[in-house]
C-alpha cells in the first residue's frame, strides 16, 4: 500500500458549507496521483478568506488535507512570520509523515528553507521533491536559491522544469502536467475545427494581474499597435485575480479595443477563454514552464511568450507559438502584428502539432514517469 504525503504551501479554503477547497491547478494534480498512490494527506496552508473561483474540492475521501498556519508574505515581519512558526510546522509535517510510505516537497517556498533540510536530515521517508520555479533563475531570492542548492546537493529525486547540461543525475527533466484524458481528448476536437477568424482575432491574458506576469507590457503593447491592427482584434480576455489600474482600464477603451476582464475563474471557464481565443499573451519576466501555456496549446491558443527558463525547451518560434528574445513594449507589438497579419493556412500549422506533443502534458503520461522513474526505482532498492 502506498501513502503519500504532499507538503506544499498551495492556499486552501473553507466554504461556508464547511467543505475544504484549493487552488485548483494543484487540487486536480493531487487528485490524478490516486492513479498511482492509494492514499494521500496533503499537508497546506489554511486561510481564512472566502474562496476564488478557481479553488476546487479534492474529488476524493481518500484524500485527507492537513491545515499549516498561514505565513509568510513580502515584508520582513511576515517573512519572520516563517521563521517563528517552523516548530509548529514541522511537528504536523512530522506526525503527517508516521503513517506514509512516500512524501512530495513543493518547492520553492518560504517554509522550503527549513523543511526541506528536516527532510534531507532526519526523515528516512522515500520521496521526491518537486520545483515548479525557474530552475536557472538568475538573482533569485535568498530563500530560493537556498532551497535549489540544497536539492542538488541531497540525493533523492527533484523534478525539475528544462534539461541543463549542468544538472545532477538525480534532478529529473519533467513537464508540468495539466491535462485529464477527457481534457486531452476535447482539445483534439477543438483544434480540429478552429480557424482564425474573418471578423478578427481574440487574445487572452490568464495569470495574475501584475507587472511580474507582464500585464503592464501588454497593455502599453496594444497602445503602440496602428489603428489598422486594432481595428483587426475582436477582444482581449484577461482572467485572474489583481490589481488592474484604472489608468490601465482607461487606455483600453481609449484604444477602441473590446475587452472583457473576468476576475477569478473556475477551470471550465478558462478552458472556454482559450477555446475562442487564438493568441495567449504571457510577457512574464521569471516562469518555470507555467501550465497556462500548455493549457492553452492544447485549445489551439497560440502561446505569446518570454524566452525565459525552460520555455524556449518545449516551445520553438514560429512552430508551436511566439518567443520572446526582448521583453518590451515595441518588441511584443510588433510580435502582435506579425500575429494579426498571419494567414489560416500558417495558424492552422501553429496549432495541429503530432499528438504525442500534447500528450505529454498529460496526467496519465506525468504519472507513469512518476511510476517508472521514481517509485519502481526506489521500491526496487528496498
Known sequence: MRQLTIISHTEHYKTSEGHIVGLGATVTEINQLLEIFDTIVHVAVLYEDRAPLSALPYCSKRIQFVALPSVGGHGWYEKMEVLWHGPRIIKIIRKALEESTHFQFRAPTGIGVYVIPYLVLFSSKLGWFKYAGNWKQRQAPWAYGFQRWILQ??????????????????????????????????????????????TGITLCFVGRLERAKGLDLFIESLELLPALYRSQIKMVHFAGEGVLKETHLKCLTDSGIPYAFHGALGRKEVQAIYKQSHFLILPSESEGFPKVISEALNYGCVPITSKVSAIDQYITHGEQGMLLNNLSKTALAACLERCLEMSPVAFKKLINQPTTFYEAFTYDYYNSRILNLILNAHEQEI
Open 153 to 198: 546537493k541531497q540525493k533523492r529525486p527533484v523534478t525539475i522544469n528544462g534539461a541543463w547540461d549542468d544538472q545532477p543525475k538525480h534532478c529529473l527533466t519533467f513537464k508540468n502536467p495539466c491535462l485529464t484524458q477527457d481534457e486531452f481528448n476535447e482539445g483534439m476536437l477543438v483544434r480540429s475545427t478552429k480557424t482564425l477568424s474573418s
